[in-house]
């Protein structure tokens, strides 16, 4: 990995860039995923490069969704699995949630790559995760044609609460319409995948899942019928549209340094 320093005003955001040329080039990664790595870090940048209240509120039901569900199961393609392995794996074995290894592009040379990936990550971290890959026990999720209808029987598909990073819009629309509760992380508040989402988490992955590690106790000490509520009070429209405002705000605040407002 480039060596980059760390008085790099944009330290984080250029080491997170790394890591995903760094997984191309372990073959984890698809170069297609260099394009939406690069999307969502277009994104961040426009928010500030913070976790928003929004974000927080949002975490925290999502945190409140996966707490009270029976099946809930993370999905993981191979950017989630660079940006973030060792907080994803900490995050499944303190939740006892399975991980999916779950891809679309270049799927049959990828998938075994991923998975030994994580596996490595595990092992040094002296953790067993449970790592599930979807083609080992296959399911297809209906109303999908393409190869993203494949999914694990004992996974995806059997889940009712599914956190899926860095999804696809037409894969969380058709899992909602399953009936499952899906959780995304994206930094595009204007995807389809955060207006379909359940619960859409306007934030960067590694910053998402370290919050949820950083709020999940004070989480687990609360009464059934508080995380209940949480759930019920919770709007996710009004989390984009306050992702939106945050945005807005932002350029009105670099503009106004440059002297155009």
Excluded: C
Excluded at 18 to 40: D, F, K, N, P, S
Excluded at 180 to 199: G, Q
Excluded at 211 to 233: A, G
């Amino acid at each position: 990995m480039r060596d980059i320093p760390k008085s790099h005003p944009r330290y984080k955001s250029l080491l997170l860039r790394e890591r995903v040329v760094e997984g191309v080039e372990r073959g984890v990664v698809a170069l297609q995923g260099l394009i939406a790595h690069g999307r969502g870090e277009a994104f961040y940048y426009l928010l500030g490069e913070r976790s928003h209240p929004f974000a927080i509120r949002a975490t925290e039901v999502a945190l409140a969704l996966m707490l009270t569900a029976k099946h809930p199961v993370i999905s993981v393609n191979g950017n989630t699995a660079v940006l973030a392995p060792e907080l994803l794996i900490r995050l499944a074995v303190e939740m006892d949630i399975p991980l999916e290894v779950n891809l679309f592009y270049d799927r049959e040379r990828r998938e075994r790559k991923v998975w030994n990936y994580l596996m490595q990550v595990s092992k040094s971290l002296n953790l067993e995760p449970r790592i599930l890959i979807a083609s080992e026990s296959p399911a297809f999720i209906p109303e999908l044609e393409s190869w993203r209808r494949l999914v694990h029987s004992e996974g995806i598909y059997k889940a009712d609460v599914v956190l899926v990073p860095l999804e696809d819009g037409d894969r969380t629309e058709a899992l909602v319409k399953m009936g499952k509760k899906v959780i995304a992380i994206d930094l595009n508040p204007l995807s389809r995948t955060a207006r379909a989402a359940t619960v859409t988490i306007v934030d960067e992955l590694s910053q998402v899942i370290k919050n949820m590690l950083s709020i999940l106790p004070s989480l687990r000490n609360l009464p059934e019928s508080s995380l209940y509520e949480k759930i019920r009070s919770y709007s996710n429209a009004q989390t984009l549209r306050e992702a939106i405002s945050a945005i807005r705000e932002n350029l009105e605040l670099e503009a106004s340094k440059l002297g155009l407002t």
